[in-house]
């Protein structure tokens, strides 16, 4: 996935939104840098100013919103609209990643509606969402959705975890649909 985008990025081909359903995360911010990232290669470098920046969360040109409270709100995504009419900080480019936007109320997702349907140059904008299913219909038709493999981000958490020598970790998270599902079971398998 990250080779298809790194290969799409530097030939110009990156559509100007994406949805990522599932754990979408890591790959929106490893995206992020890849757009900003000032050494042109596979991975963004994780050294230079824009991706240190990015990874604090303090980049001028990358914009993150995510439900204030219970739900994302119209106001949020006129700023957003407002962000993207000017042209970024540093460049021309502009990312806006949007997080749980599965929980979006009527106007805020029509007023993005409206933002995917005349998009600005040069920017992009990155959807997270666990279901897309849960996502307008006609905001759908202006994104490409791009499904996050549930079962990699399952293994990892476990890895995280500690389980680093369960051998039949990359099969039990194929398998499994939670971290607690798979600590209960993992002592069971073991034997
Ligand atoms: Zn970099």
Known sequence: MKKRFTTLLNNNRLVHAYLFEGDGNELAMWLTKQVFCKIISDEPCGEC????RINVHNHPDVHVIEPDGQAIKIDQIRLLQKEAAYKGVEGSKQVFIIKQADRMNPQASNALLK???EPFQDTLSILIADKRDSILPTILSRVQTIRIDVSNSLER???SKG??????????STVMTSIEEFEKHQEVVDE
């Open 163 to 172: 389980y680093t020598s369960h051998k039949s970790l990359p099969i039990l």
């Open 49 to 52: 100013s824009s991706c240190r």
């Open 115 to 117: 933002f995917l349907e």
């Open 157 to 159: 958490e476990a890895r």
